[in-house]
Antibody, heavy 122, light 107 residues
């Protein structure tokens, strides 16, 4: 059973960089076939896809956040990470990491972390 | 970006009821649609993918239909554990987008 667990940065100050790490257990990121994703959910709102990375390092970001987002992978630690720069209060949200399966026929997020609330405040 | 609009946004129903939630896409997305269930303080859980394929382990009272721009999630007989928020998600084209969610509450 694949499990994902986000780190817990808690409080981040405005203009700083939000950093999160997702640790994957029960399966190897390097096995391929899946994209390792970050998704966020503003309080009381819908889900927003941030971006994902393949084990090879290929990335795809949501254009709305692309200028501020970097997703990286460390296959030796079976982890992937999110950095979001120049944060504001609008970046306060619950951040989820998730595994994404995509094929020519269908795509979906099949495993998720529990989510971590990141608050941007001075 | 492809916008997904769910209706209704809020639904009140009773145990045993049959309910349907609609997801409309701003442009055609073939069958590249998934449905998720999310309970308060928890991560979403995939119920349906490819518009109508039931994820392994999901009860058969859940079903999905549709293609193109209009999709429906149906719960045939509501159980107490089904009261949650339901969201649709598309990947016909990037960026991946989600609907705003439908909150299903006990009447």
């Amino acid at each position: 059973q694949v499990q994902l667990q986000e780190s817990d940065p808690g409080l981040v100050k405005p203009s700083q960089t939000l950093s999160l790490t997702c640790t994957v257990s029960g399966g190897s990121i390097s096995s391929g076939g899946y994209y390792w994703s970050w998704i966020r959910q503003h309080p009381g709102k819908g889900l927003e896809w941030i971006g994902y990375i393949y084990y090879s390092g290929s990335t795809y970001y949501n254009p709305s956040l692309k200028s501020r987002v970097t997703i990286s992978v460390d296959t030796s630690k079976n982890q992937f990470s999110l950095k979001l720069s120049s944060v504001t209060a609008a970046d306060t949200a619950v951040y989820f990491c998730a595994r994404f399966y995509g094929s020519e026929s269908y795509s979906y997020f099949d495993y998720w972390g529990q989510g971590t609330l990141v608050t941007v405040s001075s | 970006d492809i916008q997904l609009t769910q209706s209704p946004s809020f639904l009140s129903a009773s145990v045993g009821d049959r309910v349907a939630i609609t997801c409309r896409a701003s442009q055609g997305i073939s069958s590249y649609l998934a449905w998720y269930q999310q309970k308060p303080g928890k991560a979403p859980k995939v119920l349906i993918y490819a518009a109508s394929t039931l994820q392994s382990g999901v009860p058969s009272r859940f079903s999905g239909s549709g293609s193109g721009t209009e999709f429906t999630l149906t719960i045939s007989s509501l159980q107490p554990e089904d009261f949650a928020t339901y969201s649709c998600q598309q990947l016909n084209s990037y960026p991946i987008t989600f609907g705003q969610g439908t909150r299903l509450e006990i009447k």
